[in-house]
């Protein structure tokens, strides 16, 4: 059975730095491209970025709005998937999903996980 | 970047009733779409993907159409386990937006 379990949301302030964990089972992680969505408080899906396999070189992918204040990356050895956000401001209080890609190029998402609530405030 | 829109934006229907969503994207995104059913305080989850493929356990209730711009979400039969709100997503190119939302609700 697939699984993905976020972690490591929480309050921050403005300003701060956080990292998302996104724990995987049940399926071939290293051979599986990757997706973070998000939905503030209230609103819809954003999709956030997706990463590659390492053998595809680990690429990565940002929707245009988070380019350059977030990273994602994975430790294929722990099966986990990671989101790290810098300068964490207001509008990024959502809920943060780990997703699998379908496969390479086909980018809808069958599995999720539950999500974790990142919430900025000072 | 391809901007997605839905209508109606919300819809309260009876048990029993067809419902039909309508998704368009804002160029050609051929069939590569997808919809997807978020239960409130849930993940979301996919039920159609290539505009009309059945993802698998999905009821056969649900059904999907369309290609280029314009698509249709259809629930044949609504049951009270259809309230919620429905997403489509295209993946034709990137970034992949998904559309605003429908929500369902049941009469």
């Known amino acids: 059975e697939v699984q993905l379990v976020e972690s490591g949301g929480g309050l921050v302030k403005p300003g701060e730095s956080l990292t998302l964990s996104c724990a995987a089972s049940?399926?071939?992680?290293?051979?599986?491209?990757m997706t973070w969505v998000r939905q503030a408080p209230g609103k819809g899906l954003e999709w956030v970025g997706r990463?590659?396999?390492?053998?595809?070189?680990?690429?990565?992918d940002y929707a245009a709005l988070v380019k350059g204040r977030f990273t994602i990356s994975r430790d294929d050895s722990i099966n986990t998937l990671f989101l790290q956000i810098n300068s964490l401001n207001t509008e990024d209080t959502a809920v943060y999903y780990c997703?699998?890609?379908?496969?390479?190029?086909?980018?809808?998402?069958?599995?999720w996980g539950r999500g974790t609530l990142v919430t900025v405030s000072s | 970047d391809i901007q997605m829109t839905q209508s109606p934006s919300a819809l309260s229907a009876s048990v029993g009733d067809r419902v039909t969503i309508t998704c368009r994207a804002s160029?050609?995104?051929?069939?590569?779409l997808a919809w997807y059913q978020q239960k409130p305080g849930k993940a979301p989850k996919l039920l159609i993907y290539?505009?009309?493929s059945l993802e698998s356990g999905v009821p056969s209730r649900f059904s999907g159409s369309g290609y280029g711009t314009e698509f249709t979400l259809t629930i044949s039969d609504l049951q009270p386990d259809d309230l919620a709100t429905y997403y489509c997503?295209?993946?034709?190119?990137?970034?992949?937006?998904f559309g605003p939302g429908t929500k369902v609700d049941i009469k």
């Open positions: 990463i590659k396999t390492k053998t595809e070189g680990g690429t990565t």
């Open positions: 290539k505009a009309s």
């Open positions: 049940g399926f071939s992680f290293s051979n599986a491209w």
């Open positions: 160029q050609s995104v051929s069939s590569w």
């Open positions: 997503q295209q993946y034709n190119s990137y970034p992949f937006i």
């Open positions: 997703t699998t890609v379908k496969g390479p190029f086909e980018d809808y998402f069958d599995y």
